[in-house]
């Protein structure tokens, strides 16, 4: 009788360091992906922060609808189409756009301020718009 309970409670223990584990792996795939898409702002190696700030145009959510994050060799070209029409900032975020441009860039200016660049399918940017850009289609202001 002892030894039975004796192996439920090594079993028990078992699973318990097993689920331990798993979260443990889950948890770091997690900020992988979530810091994944950020990266460094090219010459200043500052990094920002994964979504836009809380408040944000869309509450610190991240993209819009119809929009991605680019995590592929995609992301390095639309930074540095950004960084090098904005010197000096940090990118926040890339993604895919919805409105009007293959790409853009979420950037935050040396003065704190933010910044959307949006970059074609050359790699150019080919306009900076003030703020993270407009509402999402559909919402109100």
């Given at each position: ?39 460094s702002s090219g010459a200043t190696g500052q990094q920002g922060p994964a979504g836009p700030p809380p ?87």
């Amino acid at each position: 009788m002892l030894k039975r309970f004796q192996k439920g409670i090594v079993a028990i223990a078992v699973l318990g360091a097993i689920a331990v584990g798993a979260s443990a792996i889950a948890g770091a795939a997690s900020n992988k992906a979530a810091t994944g898409a950020t990266g460094s702002s090219g010459a200043t190696g500052q990094q920002g922060p994964a979504g836009p700030p809380p408040g944000g145009p869309r509450g610190g959510r991240g993209p819009g609808p119809g929009e991605t994050l680019l995590t592929d060799g995609n992301a390095s070209k639309v930074k540095q189409a950004a960084l090098d029409k904005v010197p000096g900032a940090t990118v926040i975020r890339v993604e895919t756009d919805a409105q009007g441009s293959p790409y853009e860039a979420h950037l935050r200016k040396s003065d704190d301020t933010e910044v959307t660049v949006k970059v074609n399918d050359q790699f150019q940017a080919t306009d900076v718009q003030s703020g993270f850009g407009g509402p999402p289609p559909g919402s109100h202001p």
